[in-house]
């Protein structure tokens, strides 16, 4: 029943990356067209790198004051934040559905 469980938790972070990869893109596409500055201090590519990650789970999108920006940054941050928790749930569980075997 624990694996069932680490399993399903499993499938909750592919729905938070669906989400990820739906928000965040459009999210850098914003700070590009309308934050230039803050776009230039990351570069290209900056899908995974790990400043511009960083930037989105401190909630760095706030002291802009742009709310299409946090309307675009926040489920991008509430995904992610959905694929951490339930990778690390899951793999709570598995480790303790193997200790208590």
Known sequence: MLLF???CFVGVAIAGFCAFVIFWPLTLV??????????GQWGEG????????RWLLARGYL???????SGLAA???ISLLV???ALALSGLLTLFSLVIK
């Open 5 to 7: 469980f680490a399993l």
């Open 30 to 39: 914003h700070i590009r067209d309308r934050h230039a500055a803050l776009g």
């Open 46 to 53: 900056a899908f995974l790198k790990p400043i511009a990650l």
């Open 63 to 69: 002291p802009l004051r742009d709310h299409s920006l």
């Open 75 to 77: 489920p991008a941050r």
């Open 83 to 85: 694929i951490f928790i």
